[in-house]
């Protein structure tokens, strides 16, 4: 599967939280944009409409599970795959994130390989689709 033409969108507010999961990507060769926070994530899907968003909850300005009811409440945008990366790990907190419109759900420190094929099997729908 040719990855590179992907375009896959990263939210979070930690600097070192984006370049660590973009180490990750990295050799696959995604088109990778990031997002310091909401508001600045629905701008960039405005921009241009990734494939994927990586998404982490705990954010200031707008938090994760407005940006992802914002995304599912806008027939341009329901359609896109969003896996959350968060430290929230609550059954409480995933259950939210799956109501809300979630593909995934990653719990953080993140595990590469968990990522990796998270990421993978949410391109491969699309591909199918």
């Known amino acids: ?25 990295n050799r696959f060769k995604f088109r990778i944009r ?10 960039a899907v405005e921009e241009e409409e990734p494939d994927l968003i990586l998404l982490d909850i705990m954010m200031p300005v707008m938090d994760g599970f ?6 599912r409440c806008n027939p341009k945008t ?13 059954n409480k907190d995933v259950v939210h994130g799956f109501e809300l419109g979630a593909n995934d759900f990653i719990t953080k420190p993140i595990v590469m390989e968990k990522l990796i094929n998270c990421v993978a099997t949410q391109l491969q729908l699309i591909k199918n689709s």
């Open 1 to 25: 599967m040719d990855f590179s033409k992907y375009n896959v969108l990263m939210v979070d507010d930690v600097p070192l939280n984006l370049l660590l999961v973009e180490k990750m990507l």
């Open 66 to 71: 407005e940006v992802l009811r914002r995304i």
């Open 34 to 43: 990031k997002a310091a926070n909401g508001t600045e994530a629905l701008m």
């Open 78 to 90: 329901s359609h896109i795959k969003v896996i959350i990366l968060s430290a929230l790990n609550s």
